[in-house]
């Protein structure tokens, strides 16, 4: 079944998103989605200079889990992006960077089932993790460059998955979605996809952590 839904991007321009093509989007964007665990553990496959390093266990009660909208999107002849809100409304998000992973590269990778992101601060100091202006970024192992900030943020759009059909010559594909936010510690963080009916039937989770 497909309908058409509207939705507002920038201050007055107003686009079509085509939910027909949400499956397919979906399809790409898929394997952003193997849980990596709650409490901080994880283990990496060492590949071009990748720090072989598990985090320690932090006791259950150090932990904290919050509920917030994390928005995945990208041009298909673009970069992939990663935006976390407090919630959809939220004018001023939590953390907006540009991953250095072109959308059609992620799409790749996708197939495969399973993509694991994880995000690295070079930053040994006290300051909030996500302070961070500059990241390693690692996928499925893989040194594949780095995740920065940008200089503007993006404007809301509708929650879901879908693409955005604008003036431009390309498309912008996007998944917003509610998150779980789990704090292990100052240094480290993640964030999973709530899926509570199971109607995406996927697990997404993206990975923060600073070594000490």
Known sequence: MA???TTTVGASSVTTVDCQKQVRSWRLLRSLMEFL??????????EENQ?????????????????????????RKGKVSFCIQANANSS???????????????????RGGTLRI???SGNNNNLNLFSTPLWSMYCNGRKVGYAVKPLSLMRSVAVGTGVINSCKEDELMYLRANFQRVRGSS????????DP????????????????
């Not at 259950?60 to 928005?71: D, K, R, Y």
């Open 3 to 5: 309908y058409i839904a």
């Open 37 to 46: 665990i709650p409490t901080c553990n994880c283990t990496f496959v060492e």
């Open 51 to 75: 720090p072989q390093k598990c985090l320690q266990k932090h006791p259950q009660q150090l932990m904290t889990s919050t509920t917030i909208t994390g928005t995945i999107f990208g041009y």
């Open 92 to 110: 001023n998000p939590i953390l907006l960077l540009e991953l250095e992973v072109p959308t059609s590269v992620l799409a790749k990778e996708m």
């Open 118 to 120: 994880v995000l690295e």
């Open 187 to 194: 240094n480290c963080e993640s964030f999973h996809l709530i």
């Open 197 to 212: 009916e199971g109607s995406i039937g996927q697990e997404l989770s993206i990975f923060f952590f600073r070594p000490r």
